[in-house]
């Protein structure tokens, strides 16, 4: 298999690219920002729908902006949702390393303080096995003790640094297992990202195609999103995001993954799962999404009928990730063309 290939986080055939490319020099050039590559990322990634949270601050910083947008803000909103899982992680190696280089001094000072008592007990004994005076062993008891006791407060603080380097060790595990848990998940909706499918859907495949599993892909995409959002507004349109995302996870089970795909499009991968299994698990995602309502608590009001159509693909043994998702996106294609709300398999049965 393309590795590289197969995890490319921007799959979009032609048609979708080209729209996004269109969408993404439109907005740049309405608030006359330069097209560099990494300001065109984030536009890509804003008209794409790809990445909410980043669409929020882009729009409230073009809003309080009086003039073109500022060149470090747009850098800091790169470098906050492209590069912060990195930043994050460096921050993380340099307080380990400040940890250990202090353990491997502690380390150090303890030998050298074991050498040294090693040094003076056999200087003590050779007095005893010799004919020594009493103030020589007076002497050499006393040093004794004193070094014993350095030796004691020695292994104290030894005991005590690692008693820190525990701690400190326990508060990174925490901390980089956040970091994971951030970089795999969709700040919107709370389910697993672009990211996090790409490397649930790769790992999915090999075990299936090692064992000879039955697996079976769903890509699903809420019907009229788009005139939704601009009749209700963008708010509403995340709520009804999530309620879709919080429906996905309610009705996965077991090592199932529900993720966001892009924009209003999802994606379910369902391994150790045949066509007439993906075909139950997509229905009933259907019907409990079209039989929920969104209300508007201020009026009392409905939103209107929430739907999604919904596309399978089952895994072949030669399939690659691509082709996976290819026929999974034909099947929802055949599912918006014949009237949407529905459950379309494209392939043969």
């Not at 075990?207 to 009749?231: E, G, P, R, W, Y």
């Not at 507004?233 to 966001?260: E, M, N, P, Q, Y």
């Not at 994606?267 to 007439?276: E, H, Q, W, Y």
Request: glycine share 6%; net charge negative.
């Amino acid at each position: 298999m393309d590795v590289q290939r197969e995890m490319n986080p921007y799959p979009d055939d032609y048609a979708k690219a080209s729209e996004h490319l269109r969408q993404a020099l439109a907005l740049l050039s309405k608030h006359q920002i330069p097209p560099s590559p990494l300001n065109y990322r984030i536009s890509y990634d804003v008209t794409a729908g790809r990445n909410e949270k980043l669409k929020g601050e882009l729009v409230q910083h073009l809003i309080a902006a009086t003039e073109a947008a500022s060149d470090d803000t747009l850098w800091e909103l790169y470098a906050k949702h492209f590069i912060q899982d990195d930043l994050a992680l460096d921050e993380l190696r340099k307080e380990l390393r400040t940890v250990v280089t202090s353990l491997q001094d502690e380390f150090k000072r303890a030998g050298g303080n074991i050498a040294g008592y090693t040094s003076t007990l056999s200087r003590f004994a050779g007095i005893l096995d010799k004919e020594s005076s009493t103030e020589q062993i007076s002497t050499e008891v006393q040093q004794v003790i004193h070094d014993t006791r350095d030796m004691e407060a020695s292994q104290s603080r030894l005991e005590n640094q690692m008693a820190h380097v525990m701690t400190e060790m326990e508060a990174m595990r925490e901390e980089l297992e956040q970091v994971r848990k951030e970089s795999l998940t969709d700040g919107l909706t709370g389910i697993a990202n672009r990211k996090a499918f790409d490397t649930a859907i790769e790992q999915t495949l090999r075990v299936a195609q090692d064992t000879n599993q039955s697996t079976c892909l769903l890509l699903a995409d809420i019907d009229h999103f788009k005139s939704f959002n601009d009749t209700h507004g963008h708010l509403i349109g995340d709520k009804v995001l999530r309620f879709v995302a919080s429906t996905l996870k309610r009705c996965i089970k077991g090592k199932d993954t529900a993720a966001r795909f892009g924009g209003e499009e999802f994606a379910i991968i369902l391994p150790n799962t045949d066509l007439t299994g993906a075909r139950t698990a997509a229905e009933q995602i259907r019907n409990e999404i079209s039989s929920g309502t969104l209300i508007n608590k201020n009026r009392g009001e409905a939103y209107g009928s929430i739907t999604i159509s919904i596309g399978i693909a089952k895994l072949n043994q030669d399939d690659n990730v691509l082709d996976l998702i290819h026929r999974a996106d034909e099947s929802l294609y055949l599912a918006k063309s014949r009237g949407r709300n529905r459950v379309e398999f494209a392939g043969a049965a």
